[in-house]
Every structure is written in C-alpha cells, then in structure tokens.
C-alpha cells in the first residue's frame, strides 16, 4: 500500500513523464520543420511568386539562389521566418499567460484543475496536428496549434512546480528534521509534524496584506544555540528534497522524450520525412503526453472548499491584478538585493535557455532552407545530438551550475562547459531560491556540490 507521499510524488512524476516529451520531441525538432514545410507547401518562389515551392519547376530557382516565401494576409513572409514568427508569439503568450496564472496556481483550490486544464489544451492542440493537411485552405492553423500546446505546455508546468515545495516538506528527511526543529522549542503546544497536508497553503492566499509584502519576512527574535543548528539542518533536508525531487522530474521527463524520438525515428525516415510523418510525431507527442497525465489526475492531490470549511472571495480579475503586483514588488532593488543569487541566476537563465532554443531552431532551418537537407536528415542528426550530449554531460561530475554562476570568480571550479546543459540549470533553481531566501546559501553550496542533475 503506497503512502499518501508516495502516491503524490509518483503523481507528480508521471506529469513531468508526460510533459517533457513534447518539449524534446515537438517544441525543440519536429515543430519548426513541421511549421516551415506548412508554409513551403503553400509558398512560391521569388521574385516572381508564380512558381510552387513544391513543384518541379521551381527546382532551377531554388538552385539560383531564390528564396520560397508564402503570403500571409497582405504579406509574403520567408517560410523559414514564419516558424520563427510563430516561435515569438508563443514566448509572448506563454510569458504573459505564466505571470498571470501565477497566483492562481498558488491556491490549492485551482492548482489541479488549472494543471489538467492546461495539460488537455497543450496535449489535443498537438494531437490536432494528426487531423490538418499542409493542402487544406485552413493550413495556417499550425500556427495556432503551435502556439496553444507552447502555452498549454508552460503554463501547465508552473501549476506542476507549485506543488514542489508541498512536496519537499513531505519528504521522510524533511518531517525528522522538523520533527528535532519542534523538540528544541520547548513548548508543549508546538506539536512534532509527521505530516504536511498540501491544503495547508491555504492561509497562505487569506491576508489582503500579502499581495504586497515582500519576499522575505523580517528576522525574528534570535533563537538558542540548538535550535539554530536544527533549523539550519532543517533548511539542508527541505533544500536538498526540493534538488532531488526536482532533478528526478527532469531526468525521468527528458528520459521520456529520448525514447520517443528514437521511435518517432521509424516513420520519419520510412516516410522520407513526409509533412505528414512529421505531424505524426508531433500528435505522438500529444497522445504521450495525454495518457501519461493520467496517473498525475488520479494520484496529484485536489483541495476542495470543504477541506477548508470555505475559501475567501477570489476573482480571476483580482488573482491577475495580484500576480503582476507580485511581480513589481519583486523587482524593487531592495528586494533584488536580499535575493540576489536568485535574480542573478534568474538573468543568467533567461538568456542561456532564449539561446539554446533560438540557436536549436535556426540551425534546424538554415539546414533545411539554406543546405537543403532533408527532414528525415535533420530529425536524425536531432535525434543523435541529444543521445551523445546526455550520455556525455552526466560524467563530468560538474558541479551545480547555479551554484557554479553564483560564486566569486576567484573560487569557481574550471568547469564551465557545465553550462551549456540547460537541463542542469531547471533542476538547480529551487535550490538556489530556497537557499537565498533562507540566507543558508554557503552551507547549500557545500552540500548539493557534488549532486548531478540525473542522481
């Protein structure tokens, strides 16, 4: 009989099974050569636009040097700059989406269904690719599938990460650690935690005060000898679970996605890279992605009003409102300053992984418009890179590397090739947020030095 621990991390890991498919599979391969053969086969070459992409006539013009481009409304846009185009919509969208839902997402009340909200709109919006011929009047819509599953896709993964901390604090090492914190208070009415229901979050959404308090709160009143040393240890154990839970949804996500785009392989190059045996592996991404959100339904818990004897008055207008004045209380300089390993990291990130998915994405463009390689060329040459990085990356024993980016410069290790696995900057970040807000960073950065992203 699994424990109610065990049920929830299992749950949890199985979205993370889920998800991380279509990112590797669809998002990052299939996804900007599908979009642009969308629009080749409805383009014409230019100058003079009367000759089909397609055709064989066109075969002396693309040798010449002309470029194939299709008319969008009044517009002719090159075919390979429209899968880009679409590319930064759905980071507008899935940014502006992310920020607004965050508040949301933090109520144990929403958390679940805005999961498997998202999770169904992403996983049928890539399934929808199955169904659209690149010869139908209404082909543009893969634009609009592209960017629903993006969306769906981020989206659902912040409601995942918002029950990562819950999680953490479930933890076996986590409940002994507060269990010694609460012997050292003294206090009789302090009771020792054996468990942490994750609907306890929900004091957490009752004061109006708490949309524009600060990050941290102000320190307390100093505390005896041993109970520093157990709150110290306490804040290892949460640190360390939320690390190793969260490498463990990476590594079993990305494991996932490997294996299917080893078995996306067989039809693409049976199929000589047909539009549609690349729509077939971006619906198999969504069929993965749909039946192995299942267990994350079943198992991932659902607060009910009831379990709370009543929720306060919410509004998704006024959640929204609350979410981006969040966002501009966390970007005030004093709290930039008391939080700065975590905005330094959060900077850092946000320009590896724009680069990684940017460079991904042309690279697989200009070899297919510029060298005229054929998809099932670049879906085998993207289908090896991954498998050759991974088996490679994992035995550098590099440290963290964000805690590599957060040293002084004088004391990191000479191992920066570590940061061109972003896999190993999305399973760092909660350590580096926990450890910042706790002010234990030093002690964090001995203990987790070691740890890989796949151990």
Not at 147 to 157: L, R
Not at 285 to 290: A, D, E, I, K, Y
Not at 389 to 411: A, H, K, N, Y
Request: proline share 6%.
């Amino acid at each position: 009989m699994l424990s109610a621990h065990t049920r929830r991390l299992l749950g949890w890991l199985s979205y993370a099974f889920a998800s991380e498919v279509f990112v590797v599979v669809s998002l990052t391969l299939f996804l900007p050569i599908c979009l642009e053969q969308f629009a080749r086969d409805n383009g014409f070459w230019e100058p003079d636009h009367t000759k089909p992409c397609w055709s064989t006539a066109g075969e002396d013009t693309a040798a010449s040097g002309g470029r194939c481009s299709v008319k969008i409304g009044w517009l002719w846009i090159d075919t390979a700059s429209f899968s880009l185009y679409v590319y930064s919509t759905n980071v507008a969208l899935q940014a502006l989406t992310v920020i607004s839902m965050g508040s949301i997402a933090d109520r144990p009340t929403s958390r679940k269904p805005l999961l498997l909200a998202f999770a169904f709109i992403g996983a049928s919006a890539a399934v929808l690719f199955l169904f659209l011929s690149s010869s139908s009047p209404l082909w543009f819509l893969c634009a609009v599938f592209a960017v629903c599953a993006s969306v769906g896709f981020g989206a659902s993964v912040v409601a995942m990460n918002a029950y990562l901390p819950s999680l953490a604090r479930e933890s076996p090492e986590v409940i002994e650690a507060q269990n010694e914190l609460d012997k050292t208070s003294g206090s009789p009415d302090v009771p020792a935690t054996t468990s942490i229901d994750l609907d306890s979050e929900h004091t957490l959404f009752t004061d109006p005060e708490s949309v524009s308090a600060p990050l941290l709160g102000t320190s307390g009143t100093a505390s005896p000898d041993s109970r520093a040393r157990h709150r110290k240890a306490y804040a290892a154990a949460l640190s360390r679970a939320t690390s190793r839970i969260s490498s463990l949804g990476i590594a079993s996500g990305y494991g996932a996605g490997i294996l299917l785009l080893l078995l996306a392989l067989v039809p693409v190059t049976q199929l000589h890279g047909s539009t549609f045996s690349l729509r077939l592996a971006i619906g198999l991404s969504g069929v993965w992605w749909m039946l192995f959100s299942i267990p994350a339904a079943i198992w991932l818990p659902g607060a009910s009003v009831l379990a709370f004897g009543g929720e306060d008055k919410w509004t998704v207008r006024s959640e929204v409102a609350a979410a981006w004045k969040r966002l501009g209380v966390m970007l005030r300089w004093s709290q930039i300053k008391r939080l700065q390993h975590t905005f330094r990291f959060l900077a850092a990130w946000f320009l590896l992984s724009d680069g990684f998915t940017t460079i991904t994405s042309t690279a697989i463009l200009f070899g297919k418009t510029t060298l005229h390689m054929e998809p099932s060329s670049l879906v085998l040459i993207g289908a090896i890179t991954p498998c050759l990085r991974d088996s490679w990356f994992p035995r550098l024993s590099c440290p963290p590397t964000s805690l590599w980016l957060v040293q002084p410069l004088r004391s990191r290790p000479p191992r920066p090739l570590c940061l061109l696995h972003p896999r190993l900057w999305v399973s760092r970040f909660p350590t580096v947020c926990e450890t910042d807000a706790s002010g234990g960073f030093d002690d964090a950065r001995r203990d987790v030095w070691a740890r890989g992203v796949f151990r």
